[in-house]
């Protein structure tokens, strides 16, 4: 059975479901669609929306923040607007040694576009990028 006829939906792993609310609600603006447990923890996930549908479901697990990798990304069309209001909101973005980044941390994307990174109080990786 072919999986690319499904939906597809990220899932990050928490410490701390309470921490990571502040962060995904009061930092990243995301609308919680559903609440519901996480193994033996009632209310210990919360199910967001972005771009009209279900997309991320954070949980919480001593699995958290294991990852070095970019778990998720937003794809934009204003990346300075985005990383802007971010910013503004106190999130922080990553700089890698290895790239050039702008004042706002945005670094160009090989092949075209721009990308900057950032992280939950967990130390998980997104990014949000741009093609221009």
Same mark, same amino acid.
């Given at each position: 059975?072919p999986?690319? +006829?499904?939906?597809?939906?990220?899932?990050? $792993?928490?410490?701390? /479901? @309470?921490?990571?609310?502040a =962060?995904?609600?009061?930092?990243?603006?995301?609308?919680?669609?559903?609440?519901?447990?996480? $193994?033996?923890?009632?209310? #210990?996930?919360?199910?967001? !929306?972005?771009?009209g549908?279900?997309?991320?479901?954070?949980? @919480?697990?001593?699995?958290? #923040?294991?990852?070095?990798?970019?778990?998720? +990304?937003?794809?934009?069309?204003?990346?300075?607007?985005?990383?802007?209001?971010?910013a503004?909101? #106190?999130?922080?973005? /990553?700089?890698?040694d @290895?790239?050039?980044h702008d $004042?706002? !941390? /945005? +670094?160009?994307? +090989? !092949? !075209?576009?721009? /990308?900057?990174?950032?992280?939950?109080?967990?130390?998980?990786? =997104?990014a949000?990028?741009?093609?221009?």
């Amino acid at each position: 059975m072919p999986l690319n +006829t499904y939906h597809l939906r990220a899932s990050i $792993a928490v410490s701390d /479901i @309470q921490r990571a609310v502040a =962060f995904y609600e009061g930092r990243l603006g995301l609308r919680p669609l559903r609440s519901g447990p996480s $193994a033996d923890i009632a209310g #210990g996930s919360r199910v967001y !929306g972005s771009g009209g549908v279900a997309a991320l479901n954070v949980y @919480q697990s001593v699995t958290a #923040g294991k990852s070095p990798a970019t778990l998720a +990304t937003w794809y934009v069309d204003d990346i300075e607007r985005i990383v802007d209001e971010l910013a503004s909101a #106190g999130v922080g973005f /990553i700089r890698y040694d @290895q790239l050039d980044h702008d $004042a706002r !941390g /945005i +670094t160009a994307r +090989t !092949g !075209g576009g721009r /990308i900057a990174w950032f992280q939950d109080p967990d130390g998980n990786t =997104f990014a949000v990028e741009s093609d221009v």
